[in-house]
């Protein structure tokens, strides 16, 4: 804007974003770096005219020097003007960053009173509660369904310890007395023979009647003498 602008009310220029100031300040530094080196070459270069010319012609080196100071001078301003706006440059990314962090940082907290917004800690508090009584509702419920109540109330402690001992008094009598235990009644077995045994006993008896009688005939003389006869 220029000064007739400011001083008659124009209109008011919108400030650049942190971005843009950044990005203009590295431009800036860019050319100012390029133009230092230009500086540094043209004082390099008089200074070897002057060095040239210091015997030969002392007019031409003197003004080679004169032109070297001057260029010095200038390199000199730039030096300081890279140093001002680097310093602003990192002034300008600090904020930038800090703008960055502390805008996460809001919407973080408005998310979290987003979040917040339709919880209550009262109503917390008694949900708590709530969900505390009724664990102990079924803490309750799992202790009174375990406990048998409904089964073996009918029966007597003394009986059943009186019927233990009777039984270990048994396996006393067992392993160490040796009491013999009653053996099992067997059915009798049949006296008389089944018709098939008989049959087969008759024969043998036949057969051992024949055996035995040829046996005794072959070693009797009279019988012998006999058969001799007949024949």
């Known amino acids: 804007m220029s000064f007739f602008g400011k001083m008659f009310g124009g209109k008011k220029e919108v400030a650049p974003t942190t971005g843009e100031a950044i990005q203009k300040l590295r431009e800036t530094e860019n050319m100012l770096i390029k133009k230092q080196e230009f500086l540094e070459a043209?004082?390099?270069?008089?200074?070897?005219?002057?060095?040239?010319?210091?015997?030969?012609?002392?007019?031409?080196?003197?003004?080679?020097?004169?032109?070297?100071?001057?260029?010095?001078?200038?390199?000199?301003q730039i030096d300081g003007t890279l140093s001002t706006i680097e310093m602003q440059r990192e002034a300008l990314e600090s904020?930038?960053?800090?703008?960055?962090?502390?805008?996460?940082?809001?919407?973080?907290a408005d998310a979290l009173k987003n979040a917040h917004q339709h919880m209550d800690v009262d109503k917390v508090h008694d949900m708590m509660d709530d969900i505390a009584e009724q664990q102990d509702v079924a803490r309750e419920?799992?202790?009174?369904?375990?406990?048998?109540?409904?089964?073996?109330a009918d029966l007597d402690d003394e009986d059943l310890e009186r019927e233990l001992d009777?039984?270990?008094q048994e396996n006393f009598d067992k392993e160490i007395i040796g009491i013999p235990e009653p053996a099992p009644t067997l059915p009798e077995a049949p006296t008389e023979d089944l018709p098939e045994t008989a049959k087969e006993k008759k024969k043998a008896t036949t057969t051992t009647t024949t055996t035995t009688?040829?046996?005794g005939d072959d070693d009797d003389p009279v019988m012998k003498q006999l058969l001799s006869w007949a024949n």
Do not use: Y
């Open 166 to 168: 009777e039984l270990e």
């Open 213 to 215: 009688a040829e046996v």
């Open 42 to 76: 043209k004082i390099e270069d008089e200074l070897s005219i002057a060095r040239k010319n210091a015997s030969k012609n002392k007019r031409v080196a003197l003004q080679a020097l004169k032109k070297k100071k001057r260029l010095e001078k200038q390199l000199q």
């Open 95 to 108: 904020a930038n960053t800090n703008t960055a962090v502390l805008t996460t940082m809001k919407d973080a």
């Open 141 to 152: 419920i799992s202790d009174a369904i375990s406990n048998p109540v409904a089964f073996g």
